[in-house]
């Protein structure tokens, strides 16, 4: 079966401090990983794909095959940071298929 | 930017009344699809809809439920008879097709509170 895990529930941190939200999959197949974000009062949206390999808005996520992982990480926090987080994932190679979300990680940074 | 909206924000029936929570996705967008999340609980997915049709469905998504999409903009969820257990957020999401090998970024509305006394 497919599941995420996102371990923290929330995550308190002090601006400029590194961050990292842990993700830890289970999947049997070729999964492809997602990073959401949802700041107070917005809507969830796409923060990072595995697949982009690209950094926004300086977070990164490298997709660890073998630890099955996925953690969003930051090196330096900003207040702005602070919203929700949640890892997903879907299936590859088939085309649109839903997502499987973890229950998200609340990132507080602290001015 | 185009974006997915949703009416209406917040909704509140009587258990056992019918519900219709509705959507227009991205104009250009094929697949629709249904999440929702229950308080302090994940985003789970319910309903994915293409070509008029449903393509994949959860458990979740047992006969109570159903999904339409009437004209050429709006997509709806109907839940038949309510239960308390169905308060929770819904969200509505669209997607493009998928290129090549790759899911194309599922797009989501800012949701329906759906509150069941």
């Known amino acids: 079966a497919q599941r995420v895990t996102q371990p923290e529930k929330l995550l308190s941190v002090f601006k400029g401090a590194p961050v990292e939200l842990k993700c830890n999959y289970s999947?049997?197949?070729?999964?492809?990983l997602f990073w959401y974000v949802q700041y107070s009062r917005q809507r969830l949206q796409l923060l990072l794909r595995h697949i982009s390999r690209e950094s926004i808005k300086g977070f990164t996520a490298d997709l660890n095959k073998g630890e099955t992982s996925f953690h969003l990480k930051k090196p330096f926090a900003q207040e702005e940071d602070s919203a929700m987080y949640y890892c997903?994932?879907?299936?590859?190679?088939?085309?649109?298929?839903?997502?499987?979300f973890g229950k998200g990680t609340r990132l507080s940074v602290i001015a | 930017e185009p974006e997915v909206t949703q009416t209406p924000s917040h909704q509140v029936t009587q258990m056992g009344q019918e519900v219709i929570l509705r959507c227009v996705p991205i104009?250009?967008?094929?697949?629709f699809y249904w999440y929702r999340q229950i308080l302090g609980q994940k985003v789970e997915f319910l309903v994915s809809f293409y070509n008029n049709e449903i393509s994949e469905k959860s458990e979740i998504f047992d006969d109570q439920f159903s999904v339409e999409r009437p004209d050429g903009s709006n997509f709806t969820l109907k839940i038949r008879s309510t239960k308390l257990e169905d308060s929770a957020m819904y969200f509505c999401?669209?997607?493009?097709?998928?290129?090549?090998?790759?899911?194309?970024?599922?797009?989501f509305g800012p949701g329906t509170r759906l509150t069941v006394l």
């Open positions: 997903a994932l879907s299936q590859r190679n088939s085309g649109n298929t839903p997502l499987v």
């Open positions: 104009s250009n967008h094929l697949y």
């Open positions: 999947y049997s197949g070729s999964p492809e």
């Open positions: 999401a669209s997607s493009g097709l998928a290129a090549g090998t790759s899911t194309d970024t599922q797009y």
